[in-house]
T-cell receptor
Framework: GESVGLHLPTLSVQEGDNSIINCAYSNSASDYFIWYKQESGKGPQFIIDIRSNMDKRQGQRVTVLLNKTVKHLSLQIAATQPGDSAVYFCAETSENAGGTSYGKLTFGQGTILTVHP | DVKVTQSSRYLVKRTGEKVFLECVQDMDHENMFWYRQDPGLGLRLIYFSYDVKMKEKGDIPEGYSVSREKKERFSLILESASTNQTSMYLC??????????FGEGSRLTVL
């Protein structure tokens, strides 16, 4: 089946730098994408989402960019802080997943972000 | 805030034992999910449920079953645990398509 994947399994940055985490997806029918953050010992937490009718969406210190032409998704974190250290997952779904939209997400493998003080 | 509670954070079981993993959500969400998480493989969907007594197979349902007798509770059952089911199990719920709210996870070790 089709899957979502990440280019880099690890990313190490200095505190205050900007971080960019990338994700490639292969299902051209995907129309909704989410980024999750998972801290050690915890379940994944929602960060930001984007629908396929948009190419950019901004949150607090985070921006998600979507390039449908090359099926690429990225998460940008501004002024990265030690508390941002975690595993970041992209996930995708489509309105046709399972025949109806039950929130059935397909996750990428994850990128480990380490922020050095 | 949405709270998804998984009954056990850590379990150790023996091969062949029956294992129950319980999950409860408090936001009246229609949809509930069980994922397993393994290093390098990300999160893989085992089963999901979009209504009471309804269930659908995910990507890796073999060796598992589920039960949803009440809206707030979704149980994952391993009828006869095997060592390759050693993993982190994550329960999630959602109101509609999109954002999933996850529990803290249950780390199962099968000896």
């Amino acid at each position: 089946g089709e899957s979502v994947g990440l280019h880099l399994p690890t990313l190490s940055v200095q505190e205050g730098d900007n971080s960019i985490i990338n994700c490639a997806y292969s299902n051209s029918a995907s129309d909704y994408f989410i980024w999750y953050k998972q801290e050690s010992g915890k379940g994944p937490q929602f960060i930001i989402d984007i629908r396929s009718n948009m190419d950019k969406r901004q949150g607090q210190r985070v921006t998600v960019l979507l390039n449908k032409t090359v099926k690429h998704l990225s998460l940008q974190i501004a002024a990265t802080q030690p508390g941002d250290s975690a595993v970041y997952f992209c996930a995708e779904t489509s309105e046709n997943a399972g025949g109806t939209s039950y929130g059935k997400l397909t996750f990428g493998q994850g990128t480990i972000l380490t922020v050095h003080p | 805030d949405v709270k998804v509670t998984q009954s056990s954070r850590y379990l150790v079981k023996r091969t062949g034992e029956k294992v129950f993993l319980e999950c409860v959500q408090d936001m009246d969400h229609e949809n509930m999910f069980w994922y397993r998480q393994d290093p390098g493989l990300g999160l893989r969907l085992i089963y999901f449920s979009y209504d009471v007594k309804m269930k659908e197979k995910g990507d890796i349902p073999e060796g598992y079953s589920v039960s949803r007798e009440k809206k707030e509770r979704f149980s994952l059952i391993l009828e006869s645990a095997s060592t390759n089911q050693t993993s982190m199990y994550l329960c999630a719920s959602s109101l509609d398509a999109g954002e999933l709210f996850f529990g803290e996870g249950s780390r199962l070790t099968v000896l």
